[in-house]
């Protein structure tokens, strides 16, 4: 695909990815990209004001994506137009509209014990004005178990969460 996805204005916050085309529900949208780090690295630029809380996508046990733009402006909803599966990809959850906002839930990309630095946990205010806005978005296992079970059953979680979330199940 040409241009994955282009940056405009966000309803949401600043700057947001909108759909350059029509997009349907189950296709890819994009990889998400960016220097790969692991948790330690995270946790200095955290505690040294150079990384902002929001920014990068957490790609496995220990192991971020400090994403590069355009990916870092897709904003978080609480009621998103598309999940993250595998390792770092973007998929449509439902048909997207050419020009419309590109939106996933952080708290499905999200899932360690350790503390943040300065941060007690992971956890933002959010800004996503949805109808099913949670107020805070938190790690995954802070989710109800309903949101739990759509996430996992519209295979919107990547391998790590999903390898984490049986373990509990099947142990």
Request: aromatic share 12%; net charge positive; hydrophobic share 30%.
């Amino acid at each position: 695909m040409k241009n994955e996805v282009d940056v405009s204005e966000s309803s949401i916050q600043g700057a947001g990815v909108v759909a350059p085309r029509i997009v349907k529900k189950g296709e890819t949208v994009c990889m998400m990209r960016g220097e790969k780090i692991e948790f330690n690295e995270l946790k200095k630029r955290y505690s040294s004001g150079k990384e902002k809380i929001c920014n990068p996508l957490q790609i496995g046990e220990k192991t971020y994506v400090d994403l590069a733009a355009p990916y870092v402006f897709i904003n978080h909803s609480c009621d998103p137009n598309c999940g993250i599966r595998k390792k770092g990809e973007l998929f449509a959850l439902k048909n997207i509209k050419k020009g419309e906002e590109l939106t996933y839930d952080y708290s499905t990309s999200e899932w360690t014990y350790e503390k943040f630095g300065k941060y007690r946990d992971w956890a933002m205010e959010c800004n996503c004005n949805s109808k099913k806005c949670r107020g805070t978005v938190g790690q995954f296992p802070m989710l109800d178990s309903k949101l739990k079970k759509y996430y996992y059953h519209a295979g919107a979680l990547q391998d790590f969460i999903i390898k984490k979330l049986e373990e509990i199940m099947f142990s």
